[in-house]
């Protein structure tokens, strides 16, 4: 037997009720299945499979014998609802080396792509005010600093009042990373369906205008930064610099020691995608800070034939994008 202790912050909150409770308020089917539970999704033409975010979580002792034991069941209940294939989020090697010996190699495949980043910023938020400006980098500091200066203001926004300003930030800040955001849904069904208690909207503002906001998630004595958005506007003015060091404070008063700050590059990967700002922005607060790297998204093969089939037109389809997107840049940067 081993101990499987090295995993994201986020972990229990992702396999949490509540965030069952999300899916479900998205009008997603969930089943719980011993300590995991697992969403439905259905594909275009070849059925539906099951996705459990970071899950199954397996806390403690972990072998082979108590995997083992809860894919039985799963297998056994997918099998029944007609799921394709299970999709899981495995974060350590350990794990990974247990589920390729149940499963082998020919059932157990990388997913297409990872469902939850691979490498996340978990902040210790442990000791003093002091303590913690000590721990960043000078600059961050400087920032934090300069937004007082400057008499940026963050609140909590407990009657929702500046939500749609956030889905705004939400979609300046997509633009801007050339990233994709989530439905407006999504974040609807975070505020709808989780009690007060646990989330909270962030909001900085500067001459009267909303220039930065977060959804703030305190559970299990950690703080998550689940989405977040700024504007294009006063970036001089350092208002997310404010606002996340004040969710840190407001983190350590009611008893949390971690902020998980989510995705970042992972270590040692030299090149240049669209996380190599938010990585510099998130590290500044805490270079020290641990920084977990998972394994990534998984695939649990039931109906073989289909799942080649699947990958194989996503892979198609993929390819016209990227064809697609090739040509679009070649007319508006190079074409007079």
């Not at 986020?10 to 969930?30: C, H, I, M, N």
């Not at 007082?148 to 801007?176: C, G, M, P, Q, W």
């Not at 069904?189 to 909207?201: C, G, K, N, Q, T």
């Not at 003015?237 to 404010?242: D, G, N, S, T």
């Amino acid at each position: 037997m081993n101990t499987c202790d090295v995993f994201p912050a986020d972990s229990k909150f992702l396999q949490s009720p509540l965030w069952e409770k999300v899916y479900r308020a998205e009008g997603l089917e969930t089943i719980r299945i011993g300590n995991a539970f697992f969403v439905e999704r259905k594909t275009s033409f070849f059925g539906k499979y099951w996705y459990s975010p970071r899950g199954p979580f397996f806390d403690g002792v972990i072998s082979v014998d108590r995997v083992q034991g809860l894919f039985t069941s799963v297998l056994t209940q997918a099998k029944k609802h007609g799921v394709i294939w299970i999709r899981i989020d495995v974060r350590t090697p350990l794990e990974m080396k247990l589920l390729r010996q149940i499963f082998g190699t020919k059932m157990f495949l990388h997913s297409p792509h990872d469902m939850q980043p691979k490498t996340v910023l978990d902040v210790d938020i442990h000791g003093t005010e002091e303590d913690i400006l000590s721990r960043m980098k000078s600059k961050t500091r400087y920032n934090i600093r300069l937004a007082k200066k400057k008499n940026v203001n963050v609140f909590v926004d407990y009657e929702l009042r500046h939500v749609e300003d956030f889905y705004s930030l939400i979609a300046t800040t997509s633009d801007r990373a050339g990233i994709v955001s989530h439905p407006k849904s999504h974040y609807e069904a975070i505020f709808h369906s989780i009690p007060s208690e646990y989330v909270s909207l962030y909001c900085a503002s500067y001459e009267g205008n909303i220039i930065a906001a977060a959804i703030i998630i305190f559970y299990n004595g950690t703080a998550l930064y689940l989405h977040g958005g700024s504007s294009n506007e006063f970036r001089g003015v350092m208002a997310p610099y404010l606002l996340h060091f004040q969710v840190m404070l407001d983190a350590k008063a009611r008893g949390c020691n971690i902020y998980s700050f989510g995705g970042i590059d992972t270590p040692g990967v030299s090149v240049k995608n669209q996380l190599a700002g938010i990585t510099r922005f998130k590290m500044g607060f805490s270079p020290y800070s641990k920084v977990v790297s998972t394994v990534g998204s998984y695939d649990i093969v039931l109906f073989p034939f289909r799942y080649v089939i699947y990958r194989l037109l996503r892979n198609i389809f993929v390819l016209k994008m990227w064809i697609v997107k090739c040509f679009w840049m070649v007319w508006r940067y190079l074409l007079p």
